[in-house]
């Protein structure tokens, strides 16, 4: 299991500012629900051009709760340009850091704040109102070439595994690991000068018993999953765990969706292997009924 820091728990458990802006100034809006990923930050601006109020509305993993929380905070009382200065790394320092697989979680805050000053002071930018001209190099996260060559540059990152931490991209189907190799030698050909290799942050794998395990599976899909998918009129029946393959079945919207029942496959396994083992595998029996070992639980 990842290990967090007790700020990111805190801001995880006690997010601060949720909801809606409703005297908002500016909005800034990244990722979708059926990325696994969505943020929503409004910035509340006085005469000054100081950023009096932010709130957040996420649909994320813990970090990214803590994340958009912990941004809030750090935007209030701040000029809006000082605000568009701070970086990953300023969201990881004050979160106590994070585990370097979830640093795509800051990733999101950062953009979506990119995404409001961008608006605010009229810009244009590169991927804005553009997605439909730039592919995804990654289908299953949605994930542009720009944002995996900007995660590169800005983050010195050597590795697809770093990418993927970074992005998302890659952490899905693997079909895109060569296209993301090549645009890794690229930017990096490109870079100044090579820094020394980033050191791995994380973490051991759990020890829990296999009833432990399930009940920790049930839970997080209870807590994590089903919430949201409920919002879009579908849910998700956890059928069986047999050591670390986790067996499922989607309902309702989520059932009549070929791509997004995918998505939600690596969307749910994400949630898995961060909460309660890294090792799990998640199968979805919906289209994979041939590989159904026991019948459901409930
Ligand atoms: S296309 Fe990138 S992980 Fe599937």
Known sequence: MLTYSQKVKDHFINPRNVGVLADATVVGEVGSMSAGQALKLYLKLN????????GFQVFGSPGAIAASSAL????KGKHVDEAARITIKDISEYLGGLPEEKMHTCAMSMEALEVAYARYRGIELEVEGDEE?????????????????RAIRDNNLTSVEEITHFTKAGGGCTSCHPDLKQILQRVRAELPENKPKREPVNAGAGNLSNLEKMKAIQDVLDREVRPGLAMDGGDMELVDVVGNKVYVQLHGHCNSCASSSSTMKFFVEDRLREMVDPEITVIDTTEHSDQLHAPPMR
């Open 47 to 54: 005469a000054d051009e100081v950023i009096d109020n932010a």
């Open 72 to 75: 809030t905070e750090m935007l």
């Open 133 to 149: 001209e730039e592919l995804n190099i990654c289908r299953c996260f949605s994930v542009p070439e720009s944002k995996i060559e």
